[in-house]
């Protein structure tokens, strides 16, 4: 027996009553399996004379989004589930890129020929939601059991080549060994070159998976680098082998002491990757994953920041105008650890003094304001901008520390 949401029994009824016969599959069996929870749920539909018939069939339990027409897939949104149902299809690839495939929806197809298209054993397992029957017609169960990664089907498996990344992620969470059929087809792809016809935004959502949902996020890159697939990044290819175990050692630290904000969690794994790299080949790594400007800028901050020594209060408070302090401590500790005992130390001291200044999270709030200098006769101009930074900068310095001794601070500094 699969245990699933009660209240999907009267989607499948209705499906059911329409002859048409429901079957659980993918991640969420794996998961179950493997007595992790999971909320995505896949359910392969058969017996459904057309897509339009299957969507009439389920617009009565929640919003219904087709977006995925072409591919046979259908999404359903209920109040806190989502569900993606499919129907039966065979895929043929025409093209190069995650597009490039003519898909053939049948919905007489059989469960063995509709699962043949997926990637591995562990995600063809089904659940027959009206016989409560587990289907596995790839081993799938038993790959899990002995912890082995195994390929579907090689044929369809080369057809898409974000399947060597997605390979590798599943390794680095669930702890699996690659069978060395999977291996060498997988070293068979990126030696011929196909690797390259991924986006960098696909290739990125399943290096977000590794680092995110690993607790050792190692053991992924310690296969890429097996697999030949960090040639696709040379800034870490061609790291020597003390500084690659320092960056393995870093990103494992790093599991261990997530946040509770992914995107967080996603700039410190990728500062853990980097934090041998120089600015410049900093840079050049993110953008072959993702162009979003604000995660470099993080990134960017927390390499460029390397703790040291302890800081003095006016060090301190120019560290929080360039980086979140707290976010450069965990990176550090996870540096540091096993490492260096006393710059590890030297994070918590400088904790505790950032914190009792209010630079734990955030800058220190300015005492002069724009108004300030207005009120000493000054119309708008450049000179504003050059005056606002001279006073943050004495701020910081500790020359005074008060609104009223900052106004004081500026008559004197505009005095002739």
């Given at each position: ?219 992924g890159y310690k296969l890429f680098k097996k697999l030949g697939i960090t040639k696709e990044f040379d800034e870490l290819h061609f790291l ?177």
């Amino acid at each position: 027996m699969i245990d699933y949401p009660n209240k999907l029994n009267k989607i499948f009824d209705k499906l059911q009553k329409n002859g048409a016969l429901a079957v659980i599959i993918g991640g969420y069996i794996r998961d179950k399996i493997l007595k992790i929870d999971s909320k995505d749920i896949d359910i392969e539909v058969y017996g459904v004379s057309s897509f339009s018939k299957l969507e009439s069939i389920l617009e009565e339990f929640g919003s219904v989004n087709s977006v995925g027409k072409s591919f046979g897939v259908c999404k359903l949104h209920t109040q806190d589930l989502k569900l993606d149902f499919t129907l039966p299809r065979i895929e043929s690839k025409t093209t190069s890129g995650h597009t490039g495939f003519d898909i053939n929806i049948k919905s007489d197809l059989d469960f063995i020929s509709a699962t043949r298209r997926r990637d591995f054993t562990m995600n063809a397992i089904g659940y027959d939601v009206v016989n409560k029957k587990i289907l596995d017609p790839f081993n799938g169960i038993e790959d899990l059991k002995n912890k082995i990664l195994k390929s579907v089907d090689a044929k369809s498996f080369i057809e898409d080549p974000l399947r060597v990344y997605r390979a590798v992620q599943f390794c680095a969470r669930f702890n699996l060994k690659m069978h060395s059929q999977l291996f060498n087809l997988c070293t068979k792809m990126i030696k011929e070159n196909m690797l390259s016809e991924l986006s960098k935004e696909r290739v990125f959502q399943e290096i977000k998976k590794l680092l995110l949902k690993s607790e050792k996020p190692s053991l992924g890159y310690k296969l890429f680098k097996k697999l030949g697939i960090t040639k696709e990044f040379d800034e870490l290819h061609f790291l020597v082998q003390n500084s690659w175990n320092q960056v393995l050692n870093t990103i494992d630290n790093l599991a261990q002491n997530r946040t509770s904000s992914e995107i967080t969690n996603i700039v410190l794994m990728l500062a853990g990757i980097c934090y041998k790299l120089d600015v410049v080949k900093t840079k050049s790594f993110i953008i072959k994953l993702s162009d979003e400007k604000e995660l470099s800028k993080r990134v960017l901050s927390l390499i460029s920041n390397p703790i040291t020594t302890v800081l003095s209060d006016s060090k301190l408070y120019k560290l929080a105008t360039k980086v979140n302090i707290e976010e450069l401590l965990i990176l550090n500790r996870a540096v540091f650890k096993g490492t260096n005992n006393q710059l590890y130390k030297t994070c918590d001291a400088i904790q505790i003094r950032a914190k009792k200044l209010g630079v734990l999270n955030k800058k220190m709030p300015p005492f002069l304001r724009g108004r300030d200098i207005l009120a000493c006769g000054i119309s708008p101009s450049k000179e504003f901008s050059t005056i606002l930074e001279k006073a943050y900068e004495v701020q910081m310095d500790g020359e005074f520390h008060s609104h009223e001794e900052a106004t004081a601070w500026l008559r004197k500094y505009l005095a002739p």
